[in-house]
């Protein structure tokens, strides 16, 4: 059980550490969309995602003689960054387990922002193992990356700045959703600020499993984890934890292509002068193509990320030429 | 000339107008430069660049009896998008004077924005012409780039802005320049707000006009107006107005190559996930490639603006894969 309590707790832990991101806007996305649009990029948050957030709620609230011993980790990308950052800057060790095929870029990345990274062969070796053996040994906490109410807390955060910074509080809050942390969090800290605005996830197409839940009443399953250019938001499922709430405060999910969600990532390169991976764009997207599903005049678009590398960002910068 | 007051006063008129520009920073960046840098992203300000700050002020400071007859102003770039705003939120008309083979995109975008844009050929035809001859059927108030005070007042809220965000003071603040309206408008605010600091006005190699007119003790012209992938800052010389203050203000000036603002640019996406044009880069660029030409731990680097083509953006994400 998260509560608006442990979100307002955990702003206040993550004060004068992570960035008030600002809303962001621009006429011609408005035009686009045929509705207001506000864009919050998380993408300018310490290591280019809300993960930090999350992270730092997390380990902020561990006891002093637990948290001394350290933190563990499973990611190849954005939570990997959060929870290696948030480790270094409370002056605690951390453990990062990444696949040994993981893009040289993230474990260099990863390594730069004082974690040790622990590679492991995703043919012959299971994680969890390794994971179970390195917290035993070491007396570290495991951080998971979702379904972790500190985490879920941290997340929320988001929430709280739009309530503060919209400029009237009927909209719709459109949030990239993978395993359903960022979203969760987002929507207990609106249903009790700002009631009136309603959380939409927003999955890409073939990796829509919060969307097939939320519809089912019952958390669904992916079909595959890979193959998607969202990869930063691709989960087998909504977790154990997030999806109830999503279930009680969410409408329902929304389905975009990735060809919308390149086009949305041009199109905040061009408007608004930001890098949006692509996850992190399938809200924009959701917005500025599928207006049809929306119902409200306003949609607050959350841009959960931008550790994009520049090859896909080229990809998605070719749309403009069509 | 134009005081510390002039600036507060164009502060109050863009209170809820411009956005208060966030500094940004990475410890890659840090592990780069050598120091601290802090990055002010006013490609995140309305129509992509600082430009917006100043046009606003000065629209905003004309008598209500002659603003409403309109504004005009000669620019095929930022400053025409800043001026088509200020008047279209001002709701008065605006005409910009643009050469007809200017980017199809630039003239879109100020049309978009509620700007009557005439072109003209520059081989046949006197822009100042055409402006006297409009401005005298219309009454239209010109508003001038760089060289008018109350554009200058505009600009100098980022120094506001800066003396406000930064801890402690001793810092260099490396600036874009082009006429001088950014520079010298920074310069007398923190003059006053926080003198310790230093302004330096960042230019491109070949068209470092104000580099070698403050070695020189006068306005020294550019070779040639045209050639540098750093179009948005390239003038024929500094203003009349804004020489005589960076001149009082500012340190020496910084040049730097082609080559390096667009490594800044690719830095800049893949640290801060801001996108920066190549003048407005020129700034990061001498933080990171030319550190031994500083003399302070921290550097603020004004990343001017963002209104870069997706072609010259894809040239600059190439020079990461080297």
Redesign the interface.
Known sequence: MITYADIQAAQHRLSGQS?HT?L?SS??LD?IAGRKIFVK?E??QHT?SFKFRGAWSAVSALPEDQRKNGVIAFSSGNHAQGVALAAARHGIPSVIIMPQNAPALKIA?TR??GAEVVLYDRATEAREEIGDRLSAERSLTLIKPYDEPMVIAGQGTVGLEIATDLPGDNAEVLVPCGGGGLTSGISIALAQDVPDMLVRPCEPEGFDDTARSLASGRIEQNATPEGSICDAIVTPAPGDITFPIMKENCGSGIVVTDEECLRAM?LA??R?????EPGGATSLAAALFHGDKLTKDTAVCVASG?NVD?AM??RA??T??S
């Open positions: 960035r600002p962001l006429p011609f035009e990029p993408c300018l280019g990345n730069a922002l041009a390169f061009l608004l002068k930001i890098v949006i931008g520049p960002f080229a910068l070719q403009l030429e």
